[in-house]
């Protein structure tokens, strides 16, 4: 999962990446300068260490996630040509984006609006987006209006005009400042959409940076495959920094239940509709990542693709019962472990032991 932190200038996107990845980069702001931080860091999970105490495996493997601090993407940074290349590549590359608004005052931080307003905020870095997809789509019509009247593309002229009404719907929808994501697109739609990058249809967490004791304002964000939640952004990077036993006096000390860390992942996972399944024994006992939904035959393929070339059946035990008989020797005596076929639809939690011939 890549998540791209984007936001205003002076929001406090590099102060929210510190407090997600645990690091420490300077949070002095880049000036509308294009420039990338990432960070890779492991999703905390209680079962992978139940399992790793369960199994004493030479290796313990989280579930990965990558954050971009993205700085360049502000108000007027779109022009008539769009987003510049290398901001836009690496736009596009996100699985989503957190998407920082400021709602702290800090008369040293000055807004660049001159007024901390974060409904204006949010709506104007959403016109960035919008008029970007929207320069993609025109362009894309112009394209396929030259293809239809040529007539030697070698597509099918149903296809070219099958595409064409796509786009045109997509036209109509951000000429009506309506993100893509907000539309209902079939399988086949979202298919023809995927090597373009709209922006707008990411999945996006709209997360409000709050000062120490701030409450978070009332912000509406009635979008699809949106989510708005506040974050004490520079109280989270503190703590982020602390070892685990001052942090946790820390939290209780402001009354955090959880940290922001593990509360942006929860909530992104559920965003993107993610789950994890767990492969478990004496080597390795590691997460991984699959949409929600998935086979036994494409999680197979998540872990290797040999083990989805040669699939023959997935033995699946659930997480729960695994722990609950001491492992896979006593689920299996009581007859709770299952051989699932190709079909079979992995749930959140699972132990899956893949079984294939190459």
Not at 12 to 30: V, W
Not at 82 to 105: A, E, T, W
Not at 189 to 206: A, D, I, M, R, Y
């Amino acid at each position: 999962m890549k998540l791209g932190i984007i936001g205003l200038p002076q929001s406090g996107k590099t102060t929210i990446f510190n407090a997600l990845t645990r690091g420490d980069q300077p949070t002095k702001m880049s000036g509308g300068r294009f420039e990338v931080h990432t960070a890779v860091v492991d999703v905390p999970d209680t079962r992978v260490d139940q399992l790793s105490n369960l199994f004493h495996p030479q290796k313990t493997s989280y579930a990965k996630v990558t954050y971009a601090d993205i700085a360049g993407l502000e108000a007027g940074s779109t022009n008539k040509n769009g987003l510049s290349g290398p901001l836009i590549n690496q736009l596009s590359q996100m699985d989503g984006f957190v998407h920082v608004v400021r709602c702290f005052h800090n008369p040293s931080v000055p807004h660049p609006f001159g007024n901390v307003d974060p409904v204006r905020d949010l709506n104007a870095m959403d016109s960035e987006l919008l008029l970007n997809d929207l320069l993609v789509v025109e362009h894309r019509l112009e394209r396929l209006q030259d293809e239809a009247h040529r007539g030697n593309s070698g597509r099918d002229r149903n296809q070219i005009e099958r595409e064409r009404n796509l786009f045109e719907k997509l036209n109509e929808a951000i000429s009506d400042e309506i993100p893509l994501r907000d539309l209902n697109l079939s399988l086949e739609e979202q298919k023809t959409l995927s090597g373009f990058g709209f922006l707008t249809l990411k999945p996006v967490l709209v997360l409000l940076n709050l000062a120490d004791e701030q409450k978070a304002p009332q912000v509406d964000y009635l979008h699809k495959h949106s989510q708005v939640v506040g974050l004490r952004g520079k109280l989270e990077m503190e703590i982020a920094q602390l070892a685990p036993d001052e942090a946790d006096e820390f939290m209780q000390e402001f009354g955090i239940e959880e940290p922001g860390l593990q509360r942006v992942i929860r909530l992104s996972y559920d965003l993107l509709n993610l789950q994890s399944f767990f492969t478990v024994g004496e080597d390795e006992v590691r997460a991984w990542t699959v949409q929600r939904g998935s086979s036994a035959m494409e999680a197979a393929g998540v872990i290797h693709s040999d083990l989805q070339k040669g699939f023959i059946r997935a033995e699946v035990i659930r997480y729960d019962e695994l722990i609950a008989f001491g492992g896979v020797v006593g689920a299996r005596s009581k007859g709770k472990l299952r051989l699932e076929g190709k079909d079979y639809r992995v749930e959140d939690g699972e132990i899956v032991h893949i079984r294939f011939n190459v």
